[in-house]
């Protein structure tokens, strides 16, 4: 196994947003509060140690959540641990995507485990617990009822709305059978399904099954797992949503990081609405909204508070109220004792709208971290681009761009009339200039005519290009098989296919191998070349 590095600059695939945060683009500097390293985590154990974080409510919330799960020492101790003040975390979060989602979900709690253990190295007077946050109220169930595994997209039809933690684990049946007949008979796929259908039929919701999945596969490495829904974390964070509520601050807040945001290129990433919050029902979770007449409404519902009411409805029962987008990390932040959080390059670029409401709240902005991106090349894909003879850079490389190239290089012929097309374009340059001095009205009728001919030109070009494509037909198709399992439409692989794509393969190597290798610390798409 060969593991390298590709810096963020060369992968097209990511985009001008994620690169200028992962490479410390100075024109952001004032958006977030630590550089990205080591040796900044001293300054952000020292100031989130003014938050005050209530450890106890925390601890005891995860002990109830834990209760009938089968976990680890090593969990149990990381659990412990918390009530300590010299124990920190650090967090990345997901919604609860079916069978995990795509690959970069398992991605970006191996990078946070390894920052944890990077952390102890660097601090061992201190200890350190990776957080996975399941973001079990998040309401959008097209995001998360499906997944791709072996060129096969495994969907999970329900017709019940509201938050996707709530569903029923029951409507689930006919998406594990599909699972099933799709994982086939390797030595892993026992292993695979096994603890996918006890996760989900030894739980009645959809959120806690994902608990116990993600417990399953990470457990050993001490992930504790976190469901923000319960009610005594929702008691601590009263104080906020009724500011939230009744003083409606984060809008401006956010609005106004977003406008300065733009000035640098960076477009909003979510919309601050007066009030983000919603309010929980069952099977839907709506928008808190302030009517006109000072009263408050729950769309798309006959539920309607006025200012008292909803004031006493939120002490009474705190966990029927869920942060959106804007609010959620200001949530996390309140209950963890939190250092760094690890997400993607779009939830960064929310990230980057939040710092001064966090400063108005009080709460410490945590350091963000870009997750590892990672491409794994399997055995029959490296045989494929070695006989091609392409190198690690071209890959990356679009498609039809990197069959011309091929073609181009391979080809006895020449194809390539760029420089005809320039020299043309030079004599028409001439001959327009010459009939301009004769007659101005003659000058587009000279450049019309030129133009002709350098279409003709360029016409030409493209059909040398595809006769000469016919010669290697067998290679452009190795080319675009190639390109279809590692960029899967031009997009990246780990935003496409599930684990179990390479587990099914590999077994436990296959996170051996992540665990070894990825570090959120240092900037560049890991590349693993399966030889």
């Known amino acids: 196994m060969q593991v390298k590095?590709?810096?963020?600059?060369?992968?097209?695939?990511?985009?001008?947003?994620?690169?200028?945060?992962?490479?410390?683009a100075p024109e952001l500097s004032s958006f977030y509060k630590y550089a990205v390293k080591i040796e900044s985590f001293q300054q952000v154990i020292n100031d989130k140690d003014n938050d005050n974080t209530d450890r106890h409510a925390l601890v005891n919330s995860l002990k109830e959540q834990y209760k009938n799960l089968t976990t680890s020492k090593l969990v149990k101790k990381n659990i412990d641990s918390l009530l300590d003040n010299k124990t920190f975390t650090v967090t990345t979060a997901h919604q609860p995507s079916l069978f995990t989602g795509p690959l970069y979900y398992i991605l970006k709690i191996f990078s946070t485990i390894n920052l944890a253990e990077r952390l102890k190295e660097e601090y061992p007077e201190y200890h350190f617990v990776?957080?996975?946050?399941?973001?079990?109220?998040?309401?959008?169930?097209?995001?998360?009822?499906?997944?791709l595994l072996n060129d096969r997209l495994l969907v999970w039809n329900n017709?019940?709305?509201g938050a996707v933690g709530k569903m029923s684990t029951n409507t689930l049946t006919a998406a594990l059978k599909e699972l099933k007949s799709t994982l086939g008979d390797s030595p892993w796929a026992d292993f695979c399904y096994s603890s996918i259908e006890e996760a989900y039929t030894q739980n009645e919701t959809y959120g806690k099954a994902t608990n116990q999945l993600v417990n399953t596969l990470f457990k050993d490495y001490g992930v504790v797992v976190?469901?923000?829904?319960?009610?005594?974390?929702?008691?601590?964070?009263?104080?906020?949503?009724?500011?939230?509520?009744?003083?409606?601050?984060?809008s401006p807040l956010v609005q106004?990081?977003?406008?300065?945001?733009?000035?640098?290129?960076?477009?909003?990433?979510?919309?601050?609405?007066?009030?983000?919050?919603?309010?929980?029902?069952?099977?839907?979770?709506?928008?808190?909204?302030?009517?006109?007449?000072?009263?408050?409404?729950?769309?798309?519902?006959?539920?309607?508070?006025?200012?008292e009411s909803l004031r006493e409805e939120l002490h009474q029962y705190p966990e029927r109220f869920s942060p959106?987008?804007?609010?959620?990390?200001?949530?996390?932040?309140?209950?963890?004792?939190?250092?760094?959080?690890?997400?993607?390059g779009g939830e960064l670029a929310y990230w980057l709208e939040r710092k001064t409401q966090f400063e108005h709240f009080g709460l410490n902005f945590p350091m963000l971290i870009r997750r590892n991106s990672a491409v794994w090349i399997t055995k029959k894909l490296v045989k494929k681009i070695n006989k091609l003879g392409l190198d690690?850079?071209?890959?990356?490389?679009?498609?039809?761009?990197?069959?011309?190239?091929?073609?181009?290089?391979?080809?006895?012929?020449?194809?390539?009339?760029?420089?005809?097309?320039?020299?043309?374009?030079?004599?028409?340059?001439?001959?327009?200039?010459?009939?301009?001095?004769?007659?101005?009205?003659?000058?587009?009728?000279?450049?019309?005519?030129?133009?002709?001919?350098?279409?003709?030109?360029?016409?030409?070009?493209?059909?040398?290009m595809r006769a000469e494509k016919k010669k290697f037909a067998e290679q452009i198709e190795d080319i675009r098989y190639i390109k279809k399992e590692l960029f899967p439409k031009n997009g990246l692989q780990e935003r496409k296919h599930n684990f179990m794509n390479f587990y099914l393969k590999d077994g436990p190597f296959f996170f051996q191998t992540l665990k070894d290798h990825l570090d959120p610390l240092v900037e560049g798409m890991v590349v693993f070349i399966d030889d």
């Open 5 to 24: 590095r590709i810096a963020f600059k060369q992968v097209p695939q990511f985009s001008f947003k994620d690169i200028a945060y992962a490479t410390a």
């Open 324 to 344: 959106n987008v804007v609010m959620r990390p200001v949530f996390q932040e309140l209950i963890l004792p939190n250092l760094a959080y690890i997400g993607g």
């Open 256 to 307: 106004a990081t977003q406008q300065k945001l733009e000035k640098v290129g960076f477009s909003q990433q979510a919309y601050a609405r007066d009030i983000n919050l919603f309010y929980l029902l069952p099977n839907d979770r709506s928008r808190i909204v302030l009517e006109e007449d000072g009263s408050y409404r729950v769309l798309d519902s006959d539920l309607q508070f006025t200012k």
């Open 159 to 161: 017709n019940e709305g």
């Open 226 to 250: 976190v469901d923000m829904s319960g009610k005594e974390l929702k008691k601590l964070f009263i104080p906020y949503m009724e500011q939230e509520i009744f003083d409606q601050v984060s």
């Open 392 to 464: 690690l850079l071209e890959i990356f490389e679009e498609p039809e761009s990197l069959i011309k190239k091929y073609v181009s290089r391979q080809s006895q012929n020449e194809l390539n009339l760029d420089a005809e097309i320039s020299h043309l374009a030079t004599l028409i340059d001439g001959y327009a200039k010459k009939a301009n001095k004769v007659d101005p009205t003659l000058d587009p009728k000279a450049r019309a005519i030129g133009k002709k001919y350098q279409n003709q030109l360029v016409d030409l070009q493209k059909r040398l």
């Open 130 to 147: 990776p957080v996975f946050v399941n973001g079990a109220e998040d309401h959008d169930f097209e995001e998360v009822n499906h997944t």
